[in-house]
Nanobody
Framework: QVQLVESGGGLVQAGGSLRLSCAAS????????VGWYRQAPGKQRELVAT???????NYADSVKGRFTISKDNGKNMIYLQMNSLKPEDTAVYYC???????????WGQGTQVTVSS
């Protein structure tokens, strides 16, 4: 079992930046993919960005060019650099690690990001 703990959320003005971090309690080196998802009030959870074992990345169209996902396998950390933030980025952001071939799927408890206009 892997526990994920997010940090780095907060309140920021539109146009500002935040860096989210996710600390994993175990190795994420072999995870099929790790990533970030978000859920705004009254909406379904949606993909923000993922990165695979081979470091291929995938981004939601709404964040392309503004957000960057990265991971440090040695430190078991996953990051999300968010620039040019918009009020519509306001949501709870969740970290995820998945081992699809094993059917393992882990989530953090989330960190709130609020972007004021």
């Amino acid at each position: 079992q892997v526990q994920l703990v997010e940090s780095g959320g907060g309140l920021v003005q539109a146009g500002g930046s935040l860096r989210l971090s996710c600390a994993a309690s175990g190795s994420i080196f072999s995870a099929s993919s790790v990533g970030w998802y978000r859920q705004a009030p009254g909406k379904q959870r949606e993909l923000v960005a993922t990165i695979t074992t081979g470091r291929s990345t995938n981004y939601a169209d709404s964040v392309k060019g503004r957000f960057t996902i990265s991971k440090d396998n040695g430190k078991n950390m996953i990051y999300l650099q968010m620039n040019s933030l918009k009020p519509e980025d306001t949501a709870v952001y969740y970290c995820n690690a998945a081992w699809g071939h094993l059917g393992w799927d882990y989530w953090g408890q989330g960190t709130q990001v609020t972007v004021s206009s």
